[in-house]
């Protein structure tokens, strides 16, 4: 059975480490601070200004001035604060960031990440995410295995424009997980989500990996 996108998140946050200054991208990258391991001391960014990002409200707790970068409402923990967006990419591209945890319309074999536009669709431009791609030490992509037209979207060389070439460190999908040490090796696949066959994954996965 597919992982849902909270358990996706859930698994993303396991690779978090104590002390960790972390950037969540907008989508299912934001239920990664509903996850956080108890006893783990991270510190989230948004990169509109915020630092030190609490789980979503309750439904007493939402306040409309208090936002990530996707426009939803959050909470501020102790200790929160508010930066200039100057700052706040400063903090990014000043290589501060110990990981990054962003969703992925596509992602290569190589790493090359594309998560900003489709040709001949609307944008509002890319956002931070070619700053976090450069600046965050780890890239952790969330994202479905396929696209809603069955499409794999961990391939072999990415059909969308791209925001960063060989930067993803980990991927995890709906149906698996991989990683790779370090940016010269391939992807392994380091896990399966309950129920779902290697040939499940074989089938709907483009890109060449290792078992």
Known sequence: ???????????????????????????????????????IDITLQSENGMLGLGPYPRADEVDPDIINAGKETITELAGTSYVSSADSFAMIRGGHMDASVLGAMEVSER??????????????GMGGAMDLVAGARRI?????????????????????????????????????????????????????????????????????FEE
């Open 1 to 39: 059975m597919p992982w849902t996108r909270n358990e996706m998140a859930a698994r993303a946050a396991r690779e978090l480490r104590d002390g960790y200054y972390v950037n969540l991208g907008i989508g299912i990258p934001t239920l990664v601070g509903n996850n956080i391991p108890p006893g």
């Open 111 to 124: 790493g090359d990440i594309a998560n900003w536009m489709i040709p001949g669709k609307m944008v509002k």
């Open 140 to 208: 952790i992509v969330l994202m479905d295995h396929v696209s809603r037209d069955g499409a794999p979207k961990f391939r072999k060389a990415c059909t969308l424009p791209l925001t960063g070439s060989n930067v993803v460190d980990m991927i995890i999908t709906d149906l698996a997980v991989f990683s790779r040490p370090d940016r010269n090796a391939p992807f392994r696949l380091e896990e399966i989500a309950p129920g779902i066959s290697i040939e499940t994954i074989r089938s709907q996965t483009e890109a060449r």
